[in-house]
């Protein structure tokens, strides 16, 4: 028998191919590019997102130092099966997926749903995650989470000359800066020419709805959960989130045994699209690190 | 006349010696070292500290990239005059000391008391200053900064083995790993051995507690004047600051315009202390940016 060997074709956001796995009676649509050999990064992807939303100065950014693999949850674009109406359902199957990838460990980001979803799944397979990136986002019972923001309702509600511009309101801030970043990231989430992602059908955003009202209605001890959640935890928002607000951030960070609060200046829910570098920087510095916040003691060999 | 030239000597936070310059009718003490060549980053003290309060691997770690001066502010220690009853005159004074030393554009890092001076010092003379670091601080009308915070007259008000000891209570958690942090914390700060500045005198402390309870007095619009400090800032704390609780660093954050937050895992109001390879990294990384927070077209060249 013959063994052929090749270099391995080295994938970017724009070229990864799009792959399939069968798991908890789905089949799930993924794209996994990057440097391999240490542990993959995990996307959760936010409101009816698709794996086309990631911006690729991040997922690229990020793939320079290790695997990141994007992935449709249940129900959404070119995966099988329905968007269930909790996010415990769609930690659930975040996990199976996983599992089918054959992955014991990964590290997990998730941004706005997403980051519910990646809390709910290591609340339930706390031995799956290592480490958390947390990206505006916010804990069960936040502020102004149990409906969407008035200010969520006006961006979403309102009619856009390219249906793409929704996402200038939803992830920047009004000023010429941030919009002008804004309609940087709209030409880079666009490049993606071949085997784009469609967009999710109409049964996606109701379920959705449905699932990050449950998760943000106001509870006694709300937020005991996240004591739970030891791993290390690098939470990250913009200084002016109007759709998950800002202080959801902090109250993550205060309540996480574990966690590092960054919130960048004049920023809205996108923050990690505006401040593609430091995004980069700070999450690389975060999950590459031996020790994740090592004290002087930590760093000393002398 | 002959010029002599000599490789300039390299100076430490142990080795530098203190200097003094005549302002405002005082004699100020200060110590100057580092890498010359670029903006000066001058640090303003906390609470009855001297220059030998600072944490070497925190100076001499910033000292790598940029001068760094330190100095006893006036009625401190080895420099003369009163301590003034408010933090604007502390601010006219570090201001006078600054311009003394022929310095037009300086970096200022302050830390808690020192932070409150940093601020004035912004307001009052916003052409002197590039950029801004602040540590462990809080606004005016600050949540629970009118009087020492319960916390606060608790650590200062017991008796200590050793009286540098009371730092263990004022910057680090009761966690072990965060005491374990606070004693090599100690063991630095002592190591310098020869002309060290003795403590400060009896007057100082209830004139800086003076002056910090007129700064914290709740009042109406007490934030708006956040508003008028646009250079870039990068204000950091600890999860878990009781001496000046964390939730004012987010408060500063989300009322200044152009300032990122940074809150470290498992600490108290020295985080820098416990954590100084990371904040020496992330304040390198902002002091030394051409562009402090580069969207991507800030950084693309392609």
Redesign the interface.
């Known amino acids: 028998m013959m063994i052929h060997s090749r270099p391995e074709m080295v994938h970017t956001h724009q070229t990864a191919p799009t792959q399939f796995v069968e798991a908890n009676g789905n089949r799930f649509a993924y794209r996994r590019f990057g440097k391999s050999g240490g542990v993959p990064l995990v996307f959760n992807q936010h409101f009816t997102g698709t794996m086309d939303h990631w911006d690729p100065?991040v997922t690229d950014g990020l793939a320079m130092t290790r695997e990141v693999i994007l992935f449709n949850n249940a129900g959404i674009s070119t995966s099988s099966g329905e968007v269930p109406g909790s996010v415990e359902e769609m930690a659930v199957s975040a996990a199976a997926f996983i599992r089918a990838l054959g992955l014991a460990k990964v590290d997990v980001l998730g941004f706005s749903l997403g980051g519910l979803v990646a809390q709910a799944l290591t609340l339930a397979e706390p031995g799956l995650v290592r480490r958390l990136v947390l990206v505006g986002t916010g804990p069960r019972g936040g502020e102004g989470m149990a409906t969407l923001t008035p200010e969520a309702e006006a961006v979403f509600g309102a009619t856009y000359a390219h249906p793409d511009d929704v996402w200038l309101g939803v992830f920047f801030t009004p000023t010429e800066?941030s919009q002008?970043?804004g309609r940087?990231?709209l030409e880079?989430f666009r490049l993606r020419q071949q085997d784009r992602d469609p967009d999710v059908n109409e049964k996606v955003a109701p379920a959705q709805i449905e699932a990050i009202s449950k998760w943000g209605a106001p509870r006694a001890g709300m937020f005991d959960y996240l004591r739970e959640i030891t791993q290390?935890a690098l939470v990250i928002n913009g200084?002016n989130d109007v759709i998950i607000y800002?202080?959801n951030s902090?109250i993550l960070?205060?309540n996480?045994?574990?966690?590092?609060?960054?919130?960048?200046?004049?920023s809205n829910h996108g923050s990690q699209y505006?401040?593609?570098?430091?995004f980069v920087?700070d999450v690389t510095?975060f999950l590459d690190a031996v020790v994740p916040?090592?004290?002087?003691?930590d760093?000393d060999h002398g």
Do not use: C, E
């Open positions: 100065a800066k002008a970043a940087a990231f880079r290390p200084s800002t202080v902090f960070q205060q996480l045994p574990n966690a590092q609060l960054i919130l960048y200046p004049d505006q401040y593609p570098a430091l920087a510095r916040f090592p004290t002087r003691k760093t």
